[in-house]
């Protein structure tokens, strides 16, 4: 009998934390529904701006529409949504440079003595949330220069301060994680070499970056990016020359994540909304507690049994 009130107790305390998550994940969908106005609004006023304001006025809707994307779990309407606005943006010229020379202009205006936080906080914003999601040669060539940048390389950690926040990395380091992540048919350092190496990290994945770049930007290795139908190479004047690739390497190319096949229904809109978990990774949670319920439970009745 005392055990039959532990499994009643068990189940209960499991089916109210279900359903928390599982209000979580319809407060998610409701965000996201409402990112998904927001932005495809604003994407429309952006068709009669100037290259530069078209910039300003999407990035931050490519870096939150994406992180969404690369998740799966989201709506359909993530998808061509995101594809719309990075498509947007691609096709300004110099868009890569944009965020390049809005670093610069913001780093040449600190003094001795002001605090960095807001010009790190940037940097990895637009190097390695958003550049990363602007796949191009433009975008390759200044996350390359980002790789021998080492003004911004944070002071050895303290000893003496231990509980202090984890300074934003180097330029070199999100610029080399950036090229990792970018989408590269064949990158310089894959994310499971990266991990295997045990001694220097850090260290070898810039040098072979570099080297890479150096390749790349010299006209010596072409490169290519998953779900682009062409190959591109630098040309020795800076220019850049395309040739389209076969049918064979494209049907390599791994799939995105999937969406979900529930519908959103937009309820107005709202302050856009950064780092919101995805619903597939809640409703793992959910599912993963049945199943640690249930093989509790059998547990409990074998321990009884014997």
């Known amino acids: 009998m ?19 998550l599982a209000a979580d994940v319809i407060e998610d969908r409701r965000v996201e529904s409402d990112q998904v106005a927001l932005w495809k609004s604003k994407l429309e006023n952006s068709k009669t701006m100037d290259p530069q304001a078209k910039i300003s006025n999407l990035w931050l809707g490519l870096r939150n529409i ?3 994307h690369s998740h799966a779990g989201h709506s359909k309407e993530i998808d061509s949504l995101y594809s719309e606005i990075q498509s947007e943006i691609l096709a300004v010229p110099n868009h890569a440079q944009y965020f390049e020379n ?9 003094k001795s003595g002001d605090s960095k936080t807001d010009y790190d906080r940037k940097r990895r914003i637009y190097i390695a949330e958003t550049l990363v999601r602007l796949p191009s040669p433009e975008t390759i060539k200044v996350l390359g220069s980002y790789l021998f940048d080492e003004r911004d390389n944070p002071p050895p950690p303290n000893p003496n301060h231990f509980n202090d926040a984890d300074p934003v990395p180097s330029s070199t380091r999100l610029a080399y994680e950036s090229i990792m992540d970018i989408g590269l048919r064949n990158p310089p350092v894959t994310k499971a070499a990266y991990w295997a190496e045990e001694n220097d990290r850090e260290g070898y994945a810039l040098s072979r970056s570099r080297a890479w770049f ?15 139908t062409v190959e591109y190479r630098f040309k020795p004047d800076g220019t850049v020359e395309s040739t389209q690739l076969p049918a064979s390497v494209l049907e390599s190319d791994p799939k995105p994540p999937a969406p979900s096949t529930a519908a959103t229904k937009p309820r107005g809109k709202a302050p856009d909304v950064h780092e919101s978990p995805s619903s597939a990774s809640k409703w793992s949670l959910i599912v993963g507690g049945i199943l640690g319920l249930a093989a509790l439970i059998h547990w409990i009745r074998q321990k009884r049994q014997g």
Do not use: T, W
């Open 2 to 20: 005392i055990d039959m009130k532990k499994n009643i107790i068990l189940i209960f305390h499991f089916l109210m934390f279900a359903r928390f």
């Open 66 to 68: 994406g992180y969404r």
């Open 102 to 110: 809005e670093l610069n202009q913001e780093r040449n205006a600190l």
């Open 214 to 228: 150096n390749e790349v930007k010299a006209g010596e290795r072409p490169f290519s990016f998953i779900g682009q």
